[in-house]
RNA sequence: GGAGAGGUGGCUGAGUGGUCGAAAGCGGCGGUUUGCUAAACCGUUGUACGGGUCAUACCGUACCCAGGGUUCGAAUCCCUGCCUCUCCGCCA
């Protein structure tokens, strides 16, 4: 959620911004309905002044026993204005949070122009993609040879996109998820969490999630909870209406968390294999941070995303992304994407952003910066730290030898009981 | 799933239709006293929105879980929802 007051006091700046992810025209009609919106303000407010003005003159009239009839007969009337004024406010207060709700936050000078995710810049590239002498083998292929993933019987479970994973497999998937958390935990300085893995409605949409995004997640009807697309989600809503003591800044989580995503624009992209799925698990970084110290967390927090795949010796680049493909709450985002030579790709396993006060405001999420202060909006960042499957992708398809078998990076070996490789049998 | 209790300011806790934004206590802040500390005493102490101001001051409105309703007037009465707690049942 945008601030109401700074669209008002500054409309050119907010408009520039916004252009450029493609709302700028939003602005006027926002600025319009929230001039009607006060209009209204005064007015009701005036009427409720009378009102509260003649019920004391009431209360005072029957104490000393006179007759009120002719002004209690004018207040009913009074009050039935006050009643349709009240309906017409809260109508156009709806409109104006549904429209406020709709625009995203804005985004930071440092992000590159730029509508699709083609018009992300790449800042950096670590590590050198491995050349084979053999013809690099699609994780699907490796994965359903050695035994670890069962596409088919997860179909038949839960449908596609819902893979059961087998043996080593398994073993693989969890002992990532323990990697993570303990180099997050023990290195940088993380609290663990493990959150629920529904999330109510309010929180989803104080985390930016509703009501843009219904679409893209599961909802439990009968229960009206929404499965998390993301431990993002749940992990905002910690401290949903709470004032942060000023020396705990920053709040550190490290939360593990499946993520459920229907993926409804999606249809028909990356059927195969483990790059695109319905579930999926994630290890998410987050951060509440005092509102100067944000973009340094910034990129602390790209540093301990990147942490993850230097440990695990997997090639990967950094992409500032551009104003069109940030997230909706993000003032500037990084993604990562790994290497996956079987594929032939980059593929994502991580976005990492600044969210300024945007959920914060839609949350309350404040702070007091000196004892006696106002409380303020705090900043949060999340970051991936990162997602499972393609990292699992990533894993399989560089560290495959020539006779189908998959080495364990060095650092997941104590995860794996001290298994060195995964071989077919 | 069944039965019951309850949600009031930073906290504890009064308040069942008319100066109640809300008693009292605790805590916080300012002060008096004091060699210092403690104690005592006095004062003060919520948030949001709108107006107003260069900015304060100030004025108005709203807020006693949330949303509706009754009424000239609701913390107080009615309905719905959410949450918490206790007991029983079931269960990992």
């Not at 009701?44 to 007759?67: F, H, T, W, Y």
């Not at 009643?83 to 549904?98: F, S």
Request: proline share 6%.
């Amino acid at each position: 959620m945008l601030d109401i007051k700074l669209i008002r006091s500054e409309p050119d700046t907010v408009r520039k911004a916004l252009a450029r992810r493609g709302y700028g025209g939003a602005v006027d009609d926002l600025i319009a309905t929230d001039e009607r919106r006060r209009k209204l303000i005064s007015s009701v407010e005036d009427l409720k002044a009378q009102r509260n003005q003649a019920s004391d003159a009431i209360a005072r009239i029957k104490k000393e026993k006179g007759d009120a009839a002719a002004l209690i007969a004018r207040m009913k009337e009074v009050s039935e204005e006050i009643k349709n004024l009240d309906a017409e406010l809260a109508d156009v207060e709806k409109a104006l949070d549904a429209k406020a709700a709709e625009l995203p936050n804005l985004p930071h000078a440092s992000v590159p122009e730029g509508r699709t995710d083609a018009d992300n810049v790449e800042i950096d590239r670590w590590g050198t993609p491995r050349s084979f002498d053999f013809f690099p083998q699609a994780h699907w292929d490796i994965a359903t040879a050695l035994d670890i993933v069962d596409f088919e019987r997860g179909a038949k479970i839960a449908g596609s996109g819902f893979p059961l994973f087998k043996k080593a497999g398994a073993r693989l998937e969890r002992a990532l998820i323990s990697f993570m958390l303990d180099l997050h935990t023990t290195r940088h300085g993380y609290i663990e969490m493990l959150p629920p893995f529904v999330t109510r409605a309010v929180v989803m949409y104080d985390s930016g999630k509703l009501p843009k995004f219904s679409e893209d997640m599961y909802h439990v009807e009968l229960d009206d909870l929404w499965l998390n697309p993301t431990a993002e989600a749940p992990v905002t809503g910690i401290h949903v209406d709470e004032i942060l003591p000023a020396e705990s800044l920053p709040v550190k989580y490290v939360a593990y968390c499946a993520s459920f995503r229907r993926e409804a624009g999606a249809a028909g992209k990356d059927t195969r294999g483990l790059t695109r799925l319905h579930q999926f698990d994630k290890v998410e970084l987050f951060q509440f941070t005092e509102p100067d110290k944000s973009y340094d967390a910034l990129e602390e927090m790209l540093g301990h995303a990147r942490a993850v795949l230097e440990t695990l010796e997997l090639p990967y680049r950094v992409l500032n992304c551009c104003a069109g493909d940030i997230g909706q709450a993000a003032t500037k985002m990084y993604d990562l994407e790994v290497w996956a030579p079987g594929v032939d790709r980059w593929l994502e396993v991580s976005s990492v952003s600044n969210c300024t006060d945007y959920q914060a405001r839609r949350g309350n999420i404040r702070y007091r910066p000196e004892p006696q202060a106002k409380p303020e909006f705090v900043h949060t960042l999340n970051g991936s730290g990162i997602a499972l499957p393609r990292t699992f992708i990533a894993i399989l398809e560089n560290f495959q030898q020539p006779d189908g078998s998959v080495v364990i990076p060095d650092a997941l070996r104590p995860y794996m009981g001290g298994m060195q490789s995964i071989a077919a049998g």
